[in-house]
């Protein structure tokens, strides 16, 4: 402690520097901690606020692809609801479709919409914050988010090419979005009419009713369902909602690319700081020797470099942070997928901190082979 | 008093409580190197100093003064005989037992102070009693210490403000601070000139016998020998008056 402080202070340069280099860091880890939880609200919020345990898609039906390709047959659901670990099953649509929103200005807003076709009555339906819940077959339930394109409750939206109508009657509490695009509900029946390509005029064709994007699922409470014995006895492929996640558009490369960023910046900053006391280190190499020549232990000499560590970062870690959450508040209120939680932001400090802390420890472990010796004689 | 290749007394140790106190080497043989380039450091030495006296051991480099330090330091471990400090054998101590014998029972002084670069001429005092894990009661008052040595007034600065032979005497009080019952003193005086030489080693004579700690001094420099009680003369790994 005694030699730590005011080396620190001694020194304050050369610690300045390096701990600038984490707080630059920090700030970095910070943004791409928000930018993360961003993509994966951007990517998933909508499935992530479903009541729901897991999917059933079709049979063979690959995760990449799962919401695109994936055709159950409504029928399904009876079969899961059958079981005994399942309480409640229910057909799901889902599909990307491009509308134009008239405002009630008279203004024409293009926008991309994820249709998530449930039944009305059942579990899927969501709350509103705004309008009312989903009910007429012509009206849909929209994303919070949705309302940031200028559109608002009582608007109408035409689909692209089918010239479906369909009127904003209620908006959703928080952000549903799925693949970047944000989420409209509603009712299966007018998701199948979609998803068949039917127009308003135009004849659906025989067995479109009976067709839906999955069966979700939801467990009876407490309970965890055996998807395994549940498909093998319905005929579907399941997922749970989290593995469904890989299932959005964008997603997996987005996280992956994201994770990997991360990992090479805490990789980066624990090398900074292991290099940093390693030339910290062999620099102090004669006066470590006169130290220990005067009878300090290893062990007094490595707590000392230790101390010093983690003031440097957990100083500069703040630091780092401050500026970061600084930036990242002006960037949440930007289009940019940007979402700052406690949560991913805590372990990235403990991260930072603790594998700063590995890196010094590295560092320190030379100490053990200053020999005191090397006091004697006049290397200085 | 004991120099010579007489063979080990075991009953030294037990001769009278005056000698019990000091350094006390006996026939203590110390080889440098392995393989086929081994040099015998120390050949068979024997030495005592006792409490209150200052000797000092000069010859040529590559004699094994520095070699004698270290053995009589706890910094290095001889092949063969004892090594007593305070008659406490030292010299088959762990790594872990002989800094804590070079806490409880040595000072040093180095070539050129040797201050660590951080710390004030006070901090350097209080750093000592820190590293021997001492309350200021235990030991010296750094501030009185610092009196004592002249360098009162230079309390707050830092090494690099200091001249050398400032440094000198910060370190010397560095050493003392811990209230040592051995001090061990590396070229005093290699990097002063004359008349500061003369200064920094009257300041240990006059230590030595204030405090009543025994002092070894390793010198090449002839001319400050006046101040010693003794002085001994190395030579290939041998002592002699």
Redesign the interface.
Do not use: K, W
């Given at each position: 402690?005694?030699?730590a402080w005011?080396?620190l202070?001694?020194?304050r340069a050369r610690f300045g520097l390096m701990g600038g280099v984490v707080a630059l860091i920090a700030v970095l880890v910070v943004l791409l901690s928000g930018l993360s939880s961003g993509l994966v609200n951007d990517g998933v919020s909508g499935l992530q606020r479903l009541p729901v345990t897991a999917f059933a898609f079709a049979e063979g039906t690959k995760t990449d692809s799962a919401f695109s390709r994936s055709v159950v047959d409504v029928k399904q659901a009876e079969a899961w609801r059958g079981r005994d670990d399942v309480g409640d099953a229910t057909p799901f649509g889902n599909m990307l479709v491009n509308a134009k929103a008239t405002t009630a200005g008279g203004a024409q807003v293009p926008i991309d919409l994820a249709l998530f076709g449930v039944d009305p009555g059942s579990f899927l339906a969501p709350d509103v914050a705004e309008g009312s819940r989903l009910g007429e077959p012509d009206g849909i339930v929209v994303s919070r988010t949705v309302l940031d394109e200028g559109v608002a409750v009582g608007d109408t939206v035409v689909i692209d090419r089918l010239g479906t109508r369909l009127k904003v009657i209620g908006v959703t509490g928080d952000q549903h979005t799925f693949g970047h695009v944000d989420v409209a509900y509603l009712p299966l029946r007018t998701w199948q009419q979609v998803h068949a390509g039917a127009g308003p005029d135009d004849e659906v064709r025989a067995g479109a009713y009976e067709e839906a994007t999955a069966i979700a699922l939801r467990a009876r409470d407490g309970d965890r369902i055996d998807l395994a014995a549940g498909d093998a006895a319905v005929g579907t492929t399941s997922m749970t909602l989290e593995e469904s996640f890989g299932a959005s558009p964008g997603y997996t490369a987005e996280t992956a690319t994201l994770t990997l960023i991360q990992v090479f910046l805490y990789a980066i900053s624990a090398l900074v700081v292991g290099t940093f006391f390693t030339v910290w280190t062999i620099q102090r190499k004669?006066?470590l020797a006169?130290?220990?020549?005067?009878?300090?232990?290893t062990g007094?000499l490595m707590r000392d470099t230790m101390i010093q560590a983690t003031v440097i970062l957990a100083v500069s870690t703040a630091v780092g942070f401050l500026l970061g959450v600084g930036g990242g508040t002006l960037l949440t209120t930007t289009p940019m997928p940007f979402a700052l939680e406690a949560g991913p932001l805590v372990v990235a400090a403990l991260l930072l901190i603790g594998l700063g802390l590995a890196g010094a420890a590295a560092a320190v472990g030379r100490i053990v082979r200053v020999d005191?010796?090397a006091?004697?004689?006049?290397q200085? | 008093m004991t120099t010579g290749s007489t063979s080990t007394r075991p009953d030294s140790r037990r001769t009278g409580a005056a000698e019990r106190g000091g350094l006390l080497l006996e026939g203590v043989t110390l080889t440098l190197g392995d393989g086929d380039a081994t040099v015998t450091a120390l050949d068979d030495v024997d030495l005592r100093v006792a409490p209150g006296e200052f000797v000092a051991i000069v010859g040529p480099s590559g004699a094994g003064k520095?070699s004698l330090?270290?053995v009589a330091?706890a910094?290095?471990t001889p092949d063969s005989g004892r090594v007593l400090l305070d008659g406490v054998d030292i010299a088959r101590a762990s790594s872990?037992e002989k800094?804590?014998?070079?806490?409880?029972r040595?000072g040093?002084v180095?070539?050129?102070g040797?201050l660590?670069?951080?710390?004030t001429s006070l901090?350097q005092l209080?750093?000592?009693l820190?590293?021997?894990g001492m309350r200021a009661a235990d030991g010296h008052d750094p501030h009185e210490l610092l009196e004592r040595v002249g360098m009162a007034h230079r309390a707050g600065h830092?090494p690099h403000q200091l001249s050398g032979g400032e440094r000198q005497r910060v370190g010397i009080a560095r050493a003392l601070v811990t209230r040592p019952s051995v001090l061990l003193v590396?070229?005093p005086t290699?990097a002063l000139d004359r008349a500061r030489s003369d200064d920094i080693v009257a300041l240990l004579a006059h230590e030595t016998h204030e405090s009543g700690v025994a002092t070894v001094m390793v010198t090449h420099d002839h001319d400050v020998l006046g101040h010693c009680d003794r002085v001994l003369t190395m030579v290939d790994g041998r002592l002699s008056e």
């Open positions: 402690m005694f030699l005011r080396e202070i001694f020194a004669h006066e006169v130290i220990r020549a005067m009878g300090a232990s007094y005191p010796l006091a004697l004689g006049g200085r | 520095s330090l270290a330091g910094l290095t872990r800094a804590r014998h070079r806490r409880e040595i040093f180095f070539q050129s040797n660590i670069p951080a710390l901090d209080r750093f000592a820190d590293v021997a830092r590396d070229e290699a």
